[in-house]
């Protein structure tokens, strides 16, 4: 039995009560919370860029995007630089804790609705033992802040 | 043998000499009796037909033979070069082109028919009987070529009277011998361990220069034995063939002085060391000349990117620690930073040296481009061009072309009326483009400019409202400046015909669009009938640059300082509305303010109404404004990061953004994007 074909892995995070996934392959690194520069007359969720290692790195709140509530900052916040072929985006998260292996059967397609977040950014959801986690189409989140 | 490995030299190689043999073959066209762009144009030919041999290249080994042999001829004046022959040689040149590219490209060399090409060179050829140039190499082969003047004479009597042996030596270098030049310094150099040579036909630098065919002559001093020589110079590689003979001279009864005779020899070796030093500069004024076509070492730009960063980082950590020495107050910590800087700035300066071409890389296909083109159009044009040694970054130089071929394409198809109507409108048949480059100040400005009719500003107008890119109401509005802008807006020709040359509305845009993404911009001046100009301005450096650290609110920007002009002080109350817009009248001249908190949208703590006014006047051509800040923080080298393929286009404000030494991320104002 090939493992590697029938595991996926992802970095859990959390945003207000639900946990979100996203695929480890996409992940470079996650940060602290940094001082991040505004960037003027960019969408409305784009926080700004940080100083990511020398590195200028655009930040999204994702919160702002999915139009959750604002929340205040606190140790726990964490950026998740995640990365698909040459664009490097951060995301804001209330918290980043571990990182979990999902079998393919466990994840399913989206049901028709999910919370108040826009259903093209999720590609599945996934079933570990009673938790559920929203699995998010990466490229698709940053593809839509182009226009 | 594994050829791939040789594959990208042969490619660079080839793209190289076929470069310059566009540029003899121009010069020929304009100057048939120069001989050294012959030799020049013999040589690179034989060259490429050496390299393509190696490489197993056919077709371009045929044709480069062919080239060859309509080249002698013309360089033993046996044919005259005639426009027609100029240009079956540019047909070669363009085969040759497409050839290498397509090996560049695909692997293998052009397949399309050369034979007509070769047969016209045949023709060429055939104008002359195939046995005249036989003769040719016959009369090249006939001995001595030596001819001893007078002064040579008492050299050789003076020998003679010591007892030593001149000789006359004629040596034959195998035929296909590469480095010729080098097999003659050997020759040389073995040669002088016996004797001393005081002549050679044909003349020293020219042996240096290859510029003889498979062999030369030497007349030598020597007390060694005749036999010795010869064993010598025979057992020389690629040495095919020794003649030697002695050189003897009667004294022709002239009764010269021993001492004059003497001095005149000490004469003699005087300048016999003078000549040996006259070559020694010689060779080194070659070896200059060649380094610029081969001495080189060629580097992926990838590496080179890498290089850069790591010298960016290098000047954000001194920027960094010019900030610690700076609070600590420790005078060694201090002098220490200081020459760090000036080791960084320097490392800076080099490494963008290293990316620096110059734009003659670009502007040498244009020569070629304008004649092929006012050819085709039956029109009389002369291109005049200067400042081709103006260096720019290379990621530049590489984008740069293609807008710049647009804008002559536009400027000879329709700046440069037809010969009767210049004529008609008295001015000379010949039309002039100028293409000029220059450097101003920390950017290089590219013109483009004819003496045509110029820009038809009514009827830019009636196109723009004929393609519905403005409306009725914005043609009263438009003044002629704005008017002319028109022509930068997508979509946009006014040819009546549309050519192949231009005229298909995909151009200016595209122009500005490309210009614009290399930091760049464009402007038009245009007068009726006198012609028009675009101006292209381009930064000299895409990485690093000076730059005015300003704090907005409590947010830190950078203005680049090539775009400031001077930095004044502004009362609150001297600021009028015209229109909507904040002006003030500074030095008799009417200056627009931008208050850069609102433009970029910082939020203050509170509205507190100062009298004083920091502004920042800042330039854009002949174009000023002010930017109100709150403080000025001082002058720093900065990096320019780009904010990444995720923001680009959302905020046309921003040029970049920066490190700060303390870590923080800055970005940078684009004023031209503001004014």
């Known amino acids: ?147 | 043998m594994d050829m791939n490995q040789y594959l990208e030299i042969f490619i660079e190689e080839s793209q190289e000499h076929l470069q310059s043999l566009n540029q003899c073959l121009l010069g020929l066209e304009s100057n048939p009796n120069d001989i050294n762009l012959l030799n020049e144009i013999f040589r690179v030919a034989h060259t490429l037909k050496g390299m393509a041999g190696t490489m197993g290249y056919t077709k371009i080994t045929g044709l480069t033979h062919e080239m060859e042999n309509i080249l002698d001829l013309i360089r033993n004046g046996k044919v005259i070069v005639t426009s027609n022959i100029v240009d079956v040689l540019f047909e070669c040149l363009d085969y040759l082109e497409n050839s290498i590219n397509n090996i560049s490209n695909l692997g293998s060399e052009l397949d399309t028919n050369i034979d007509d090409t070769k047969n016209k060179l045949k023709a060429i050829l055939n104008g002359k009987p195939q046995n005249e140039l036989k003769t040719i190499d016959i009369v090249k082969e006939e001995p001595s070529n030596l001819n001893f003047n007078e002064y040579d004479r008492n050299i050789i009597v003076k020998a003679n009277q010591q007892g030593l042996v001149v000789l006359s030596i004629k040596i034959f270098l195998a035929k296909g011998c590469m480095l010729k030049s080098a097999r003659a310094f050997i020759i040389f150099k073995t040669l002088e361990s016996y004797s001393e040579i005081f002549k050679s036909s044909p003349k020293v630098e020219d042996i240096e220069d290859e510029k003889f065919e498979n062999s030369f002559e030497l007349a030598v001093i020597t007390s060694e034995q005749i036999e010795i020589i010869k064993k010598a110079l025979e057992d020389i590689s690629e040495v095919e063939k020794v003649e030697v003979n002695v050189v003897n001279i009667d004294n022709n009864g002239e009764q010269n002085d021993e001492n004059e005779i003497n001095e005149k020899l000490e004469d003699k070796i005087i300048q016999t060391m003078k000549i040996e030093n006259d070559d020694k500069d010689l060779s080194d004024d070659t070896q200059n000349k060649k380094a610029k076509i081969g001495k080189t070492v060629r580097v992926d730009i990838d590496r080179l990117d890498n290089l850069m960063n790591l010298v960016s980082e290098l000047i954000i950590i001194k920027t960094r620690l010019e900030g610690i020495g700076a609070d600590s107050g420790n005078q060694d910590m201090n002098e220490a930073v200081e020459y760090l800087e000036r080791i960084t700035t320097s490392l800076h300066d080099a490494v963008m040296k290293v990316r620096m071409v110059p734009i003659e890389k670009v502007f040498n296909r244009f020569p070629r481009m304008v004649r092929d083109l006012s050819k085709d159009l039956g029109k009389e044009i002369i291109l005049n061009m200067s400042g081709e040694e103006t260096e720019l970054d290379r990621t530049v130089i590489d984008e740069i072309g293609d807008p710049l071929i647009h804008l002559i394409r536009n400027s000879i198809d329709h700046g440069i009326e037809e010969t009767d109507e210049r004529i008609q409108n008295n001015k000379n048949s010949t039309g002039n483009l100028y293409l000029r480059a220059y450097q101003d100040g920390n950017s290089v400005v590219i013109e483009v400019e004819d003496d045509g009719r110029g820009l038809n500003v009514d009827k830019i107008k009636k196109k723009a409202l004929e393609k519905g890119i403005i409306s009725k109401q914005d043609w009263s509005d438009l003044d002629d400046k704005n008017s002319i802008e028109l022509i930068f807006r997508p979509g946009f020709s006014t040819a009546e015909m549309v050519s192949d040359i231009s005229g298909r509305g995909v151009g200016l845009d595209v122009v500005k669009t490309k210009i614009e993404s290399l930091g760049g911009n464009v402007e038009v001046e245009t007068a009726k009938n006198k012609g028009s100009k675009f101006i292209i301005r381009l930064p000299l450096t895409l990485a690093i640059i000076q730059a005015l650290l300003v704090k907005v609110g409590e947010e830190k920007f950078a203005i680049p300082l090539n775009a400031i002009k001077e930095i004044t002080p502004i009362s609150a109350n001297t600021i009028r509305n015209v229109q909507g817009q904040e002006v003030v009248l500074y030095r008799n001249n009417v200056l627009p303010i931008i208050r850069l908190d609102r433009i970029l949208e910082v939020s203050k703590s509170e509205n507190q109404i100062d009298d004083e006014l920091t502004t920042v006047v800042v330039k854009k051509g002949d174009k000023n404004a002010g930017f109100i800040v709150d403080s000025l923080i001082g002058q720093q080298e900065i990096v320019i990061k780009s904010l990444g393929k995720y923001l680009s286009g959302s905020t046309k404000i921003i040029a970049g953004a920066t490190i700060l030494g303390d870590g923080q991320v800055a970005l940078i104002i684009d004023s031209n994007s503001l004014i």
């Open chain 1, 1 to 147: 039995m090939d493992l590697s074909n029938n595991i996926q892995q992802f970095v859990i995070f959390k945003l207000e009560d639900e946990e979100y996934g996203v695929d480890i392959l996409k992940v470079k690194t996650i940060e602290k919370m940094t001082r991040v520069a505004r960037v003027p007359k960019a969408a409305h969720y784009v926080e700004g860029v940080i100083n990511l290692r020398g590195e200028v790195v655009p930040i999204i709140d994702l919160r702002k995007k999915f139009n959750l509530p604002k929340s205040v900052e606190t140790d726990n916040t964490r950026i998740i630089i995640v990365s698909i072929e040459d664009i490097t985006v951060g995301l804001i998260v209330d918290s980043a804790s571990e990182v979990i292996e999902i079998p393919k059967e466990f994840i399913e397609d989206t049901p028709e609705l999910v919370g108040n977040i826009d259903q093209s950014n999720i590609s599945s959801i996934g079933k570990v033992n009673e938790r559920i986690i929203i699995l998010l189409n990466i490229s698709r989140i940053l593809s839509t802040v182009i226009v």
